[in-house]
């Protein structure tokens, strides 16, 4: 019996599966959305890091700007009109930070000669949510200008640069990333749903494929694959049949995903697994995993070769999104409630990540 108990206890800790109604999981959202209004400064900036007892800890980050815009505004697709007036005081800031040369256009993180990959493809995304939550399409023109500066870093094997020479107009030669990849992979997809027959959808295959072949350069070597929610949401929106490596690559992200999700519910079984699975992942970690599998369970659902694994898909998401509800803070105190702390700082794309996942998880509840 103590074998045993030793067995349960530490090597093979229980899960604590808290699942989650949709209207909890959608409140939830709410809240971490009001907490980002308050934190948003009179320019359109949020407060970057908050410590619970020191306050504002500074800093910025123009990739981070862009992806909380973009919970935002898919958080008003959902008829949440306060998501909406803070995501376009959030996205006036970038239209003020935008550099437009020959027909394409980047976001420039302030004080710097570079355009990011990443910040240009968040905020495509951003703007697509926008015109989904809206029906605006104002900005279509601007959408295609943000989606060349993207198609202009793509390399010949599909893979793409991270960065942008303002100085020199060029490519920063060499530089990929495991997170921008993803990012304009998704921003290329979607531009191919919303502007069909413009070439976008060339752009994304070619992506495809050299992500999925783990050959792109910015995936790591150890403990493939790269947990890529970005790839993973452009796979779930993907408006053509998938190759078989493809279809490969997506079971390898669900399983490292589900993985993830089972060492951290393991985690809330008691001290002792804790110490033994390592403390709790930060708040926009745990949003990553559930966003993930959250994408590719709607990948699931068109794609037979991946049906076997819809229910242990929606199972592991569900949980995750229950472990965020759990965890986010209910203080009244200001900057406090609706947000996710861990060792008492919170950063603004832990409400980011937080918002994507638990819409993303409602929507498997409804199903």
């Not at 995501?87 to 302030?110: F, N, S, Y």
């Not at 968040?122 to 926008?130: G, H, I, P, Q, S």
């Not at 926009?284 to 990948?299: N, P, Q």
């Not at 203080?331 to 947000?339: K, N, Q």
């Amino acid at each position: 019996m103590v074998g045993v108990g030793v067995l349960r206890g530490v090597v093979v800790p229980v899960e604590v599966c808290p699942d989650v109604a949709a209207p909890r999981a959608l409140a939830a959202a709410a809240a971490a959305a009001d907490w980002l209004g308050r934190a948003q400064h009179p320019d359109g900036s949020f407060v970057y890091r908050h410590d619970r007892q020191r306050g504002d800890l500074g800093g910025y980050h123009v990739v981070r700007h862009a992806g909380v815009t973009l919970a935002l505004y898919q958080l008003a697709e959902r008829g949440d009109g306060r998501a909406l007036a803070t995501a376009d005081r959030a996205m006036a800031w970038m239209r003020q930070r935008l550099v437009e040369r020959r027909g394409w256009a980047a976001l420039v993180e302030p004080g710097s000669d570079e355009a990011q990959l990443g910040a240009t493809a968040l905020l495509a995304a951003a703007l697509l949510e926008r015109r989904a939550a809206t029906g605006d399409t104002d900005d279509d023109l601007l959408l295609r200008a943000l989606g060349r500066f993207v198609v202009q870093l793509q390399e010949p094997d599909g893979a793409f640069l991270d960065r942008y020479d303002l100085s020199r107009d060029r490519p920063v030669p060499g530089g990929r990333s495991a997170y921008s990849r993803g990012e304009a992979f998704w921003a290329v997809t979607r531009l191919d749903r919303v502007f069909p027959g413009e070439g976008w959808r060339r752009v994304a295959i070619r992506a495809s494929h050299v992500i999925a072949s783990g050959h792109d350069g910015a995936e790591p070597a150890w403990f493939a694959p790269w947990p890529d929610q970005w790839s993973a949401y452009a796979l779930g929106d993907a408006g053509w049949r998938l190759s078989t490596a493809e279809v490969a690559y997506a079971r390898r992200l669900a399983e490292r995903f589900g993985l993830e999700l089972r060492v951290e519910s393991q985690r809330e079984s008691n001290p002792v697994a804790r110490l033994v699975r390592g403390g709790r992942i930060v708040g926009a970690g745990l949003g990553v995993e559930v966003e993930g599998m959250s994408a590719l369970w709607r990948l699931a659902g068109r794609d037979r070769r991946l049906a076997d694994l819809r229910p242990a898909m929606a199972i592991r998401a569900r949980c995750g999104a229950g472990l965020l509800v759990r965890r986010q803070e209910r203080s009244g105190r200001h900057l406090v409630g609706g947000a996710w702390y861990h060792r008492g700082v919170t950063q603004m794309d832990d409400q980011q990540h937080g918002i994507s996942a638990l819409l993303a998880a409602a929507a498997i509840g409804a199903d």
